[in-house]
């Protein structure tokens, strides 16, 4: 069985989003700074960040994230021609489902995991979305990392990626630090 992985990218006070989002926004006002390092950078090593799909067997996702973000991804989901499984969380199922998509809506982090887990086999699986999903998975306990992708900002007001976690101590291991320019990236394992 594969890792179960979150990566994200967030400012430098802890912000994945940016203020004011809304449906032509999604990443708020000025937040698609947190993906510079992604889509506007000449460095090899950010580039051979986003190739990291090859081991990939299945994505997890939030319903915000995948109503934010089909209009981008269409029928074929995040990994575009790839076309992995998405396993979307939600008490619903929407009526205007990309025809041939991609998509499984699953009641539950638990009822996602599964599924992915039998859809990956020995691949990875990727927990893709915001700071409500990654929370409910931190919390079961459900990660064996998180990927974070520092840049260089200071949002002050957003959407934060850890709150709401409890009050009891989550312990990570650094198992890699790369600096660029345009971000920094850490990564984590998670102590279980």
């Known amino acids: 069985m594969g890792k179960v992985s979150f990566d994200i990218s967030m400012s ?4 994945i989003t940016a203020a004011n989002q809304r449906p032509e926004e999604p990443m708020g006002d000025g937040g ?5 390092w992604a889509f506007n950078s000449d460095d090899e090593r950010n580039r051979k960040l986003l190739e990291g799909s090859a081991g990939l067997g299945a994505v997890v996702a939030g319903r915000r994230t995948y109503n934010d973000s089909v209009p981008w991804w269409g029928a074929d989901g995040p990994t575009g021609s790839a076309r992995i ?8 199922v929407p009526n205007d489902i990309p025809e041939g998509g991609v998509y499984t809506f699953v009641a ?7 599924r992915a887990q039998e859809a990956a086999g020995d691949k990875d699986i990727s927990v893709m979305g ?5 929370q409910q ?3 079961a306990g459900l990660l064996d990392e998180i990927s974070i992708h520092l840049a260089p900002v200071l949002f002050c007001s957003g959407t934060r990626l850890f709150e709401h976690l409890g009050s009891e101590y989550i312990q ?15 990564r984590f394992r998670v102590i279980k």
Do not use: R, Y
Not at 12 to 15: K, W
């Open 32 to 36: 698609e700074q947190l993906h510079q």
């Open 130 to 134: 915001g700071a409500n999903i990654a």
């Open 85 to 92: 499984p998405v396993f979307v969380v939600s008490h619903t």
């Open 172 to 186: 990570l291991e650094t198992t890699e630090v790369m600096e660029t320019k345009e971000a920094t990236h850490l």
């Open 137 to 139: 998975f931190i919390k």
């Open 108 to 114: 539950g982090i638990e009822s996602a995991l599964v």
């Open 12 to 15: 430098l006070d802890g912000f």
